[in-house]
């Protein structure tokens, strides 16, 4: 059966930002359709990436982009809800792998076998491609997020911890996309609090 031999590529978006959801993705690239270009999502330009996404959904085999929200990152710590992002992705392919090649030193349980592939992202093209969904989508959230939050700038900096994002916080505090458990965060509300 050909679902048996399928791996899929996994890959996460968003662990560092001090506001939005944390976003991963799995894909079953198609052996037969090459994708050209798929490289770490963090070494290509936003016009590069959206457009590499538009050719992975339409060229792989199947594809899942999931999300773990701000009250789950703050609820469980941001590692285990990049994993649950990871999961979700994985159980939302609606082609079964028979193993996901996970980017980073850490796998989810997943109902599939898993391994872990450090720099995955640049070398293996499944996870690849999924880190470029996994930006692209993550992005457009922060930009629907901006224009509902437009003081903080999130169009600029996607919710890194920039100065501009920093300075926006001191002069208007922090909102509900904002990640309380994050110590940048958390010191503001302190203060607040004294």
Not at 123 to 135: H, R, Y
Not at 160 to 187: D, K, L, Q
Request: glycine share 6%; hydrophobic share 45%.
């Amino acid at each position: 059966m050909l679902e048996l031999k399928l791996t899929c590529g996994v890959d996460e978006a968003g662990r560092g930002p001090l506001a939005g959801p944390v976003y991963a993705a799995a894909v079953i690239l198609d052996p037969k359709r090459r994708i050209r270009g798929l490289a770490d999502s963090k070494v290509l330009n936003a016009r590069q990436r959206e457009s590499l996404a538009v050719t992975i959904k339409l060229s792989s085999l199947a594809w899942c982009v999931s999300s773990a929200s701000v009250e789950e990152i703050d609820e469980i710590n941001i590692l285990r809800a990049s994993l649950l992002a990871m999961q979700r992705a994985v159980k939302g392919l609606h082609i079964r792998p028979m193993k996901a090649l996970i980017d980073g030193n850490i796998c989810p349980d997943l109902e599939c076998l898993g391994e872990a592939v450090i720099r995955g992202d640049a070398s293996v093209p499944a996870i690849s491609a999924a880190s470029i969904l996994a930006k692209t989508e993550r992005d457009a959230e922060m930009l629907r997020l901006h224009s509902m939050f437009p003081a903080y700038g999130l169009d600029r900096h996607k919710g890194y911890p920039t100065t501009g994002h920093m300075e926006a916080i001191e002069r208007h505090g922090i909102c509900e996309i904002h990640r309380r458990s994050f110590a940048p965060v958390r010191r503001v509300l302190l203060r607040i609090a004294e």
